[in-house]
């Protein structure tokens, strides 16, 4: 390992790797990808929310969204609803599918969390985290 260039880019790729493949690999019996169980976990903190509103919220640009949604619309994870003021707008429920496996879904991205960070101390996952979301926030 001495070799690997001191590249942050480099750095946060591979982080990206290891977090993105625990988590994929957890989620294969219920069929969903990443981005799905990101979505859903989007609805359950904000249930109802238009596709824009939750694209704002997750910082998912709308072509990425709209094909992510439409996917879990056909696998019976989420249901649109016309909004009741505005028919042209569409809102975004989590289905029963989804609520009755919920907890689960969310205890499982949690263990993944836990996994990830095992060999951090206390204090280094606060810092860690803060500084991601230094990272994040700052456009």
């Given at each position: 390992?001495?070799?690997?260039?001191?590249?942050?880019?480099?750095?946060?790729?591979?982080?990206?790797?290891?977090?993105?493949?625990?988590?994929?690999?957890?989620?294969?019996?219920?069929?969903?990808?990443?981005?799905?169980?990101?979505?859903?976990?989007?609805?359950?903190?904000?249930?109802?929310?238009?596709?824009?509103?939750?694209?704002?919220?997750?910082?998912?640009?709308?072509?990425?969204?709209?094909?992510?949604?439409?996917?879990?619309?056909?696998?019976?994870?989420?249901?649109?609803?016309?909004?009741?003021?505005?028919?042209?707008?569409?809102?975004?429920?989590?289905?029963?599918?989804?609520?009755?496996?919920?907890?689960?879904?969310?205890?499982?991205?949690?263990?993944?969390?836990?996994?990830?960070?095992e060999d951090f101390t206390m204090e280094?996952?606060?810092?860690?985290?803060?500084?991601?979301?230094?990272?994040?926030?700052?456009?």
């Amino acid at each position: 390992m001495k070799n690997i260039p001191d590249c942050t880019f480099f750095f946060l790729a591979k982080a990206h790797q290891k977090a993105h493949g625990l988590l994929k690999k957890e989620l294969i019996p219920y069929g969903l990808t990443n981005m799905q169980h990101l979505i859903l976990e989007g609805l359950w903190y904000q249930e109802g929310t238009t596709a824009a509103e939750l694209g704002k919220l997750l910082i998912l640009d709308k072509a990425t969204l709209s094909g992510i949604i439409d996917r879990l619309g056909d696998g019976g994870w989420i249901e649109k609803r016309p909004d009741e003021s505005d028919k042209r707008v569409f809102r975004l429920y989590p289905s029963k599918k989804a609520n009755d496996l919920k907890k689960e879904l969310i205890e499982l991205r949690i263990r993944g969390n836990d996994l990830l960070l095992e060999d951090f101390t206390m204090e280094e996952k606060i810092i860690f985290k803060r500084l991601l979301r230094t990272l994040f926030l700052e456009d």
